[in-house]
């Protein structure tokens, strides 16, 4: 069974950062690229983040980038969200997913992700 597990979340501080992790399970994990979304309330979910598994290269929403790094640890099927200098409008639910198609075109259309972790609670407070 595929199973994805979000871990990391909470309340912090604006400007502070924040580690959210996601455990990977029932799959070779090596063969799938892995995105972070999220979805603030009265909003529509967005893509975050994703790594490739062909060669590390990272993909990031314009919102995010130079401030949230996706990475991986193949040893431990892990993927990290290492979110710095956030700000209350990252207030939001977190989710990592598999990404089940070739990293071709946008990368970060939800439809293009079939297994979801449950989610997890991030909070900026300013």
């Known amino acids: 069974e595929v199973q994805l597990v979000e871990s990391g979340g ?3 501080q604006a400007g502070e ?3 959210l992790s996601c455990a990977a399970s029932g799959f070779t994990f090596d063969r799938y690229a892995i995105g972070w979304f999220r979805q603030a309330p ?3 979910r967005e893509g975050v983040a994703c790594i490739s598994n ?6 990031y929403a314009n919102s995010v980038k ?3 790094t996706i990475s991986t640890d193949y040893a431990q099927n892990m993927v990290y ?3 710095n200098s956030v700000k209350p409008e990252d207030t939001a639910v977190y989710y990592c997913a598999r990404r089940n198609l070739p990293l071709l075109g946008y990368i970060l259309h939800q439809k293009d992700y079939d ?3 449950q989610g ?3 909070t900026v407070s300013s």
């Open 42 to 44: 009265g909003k529509e």
């Open 54 to 59: 062909n060669d590390g290269e990272s993909f």
């Open 81 to 83: 969200l290492q979110m």
């Open 17 to 19: 950062s924040l580690r």
């Open 120 to 122: 997890i609670q991030v």
């Open 10 to 12: 909470g309340l912090v």
């Open 66 to 68: 130079g401030r949230f």
């Open 115 to 117: 297994y979801w972790g």
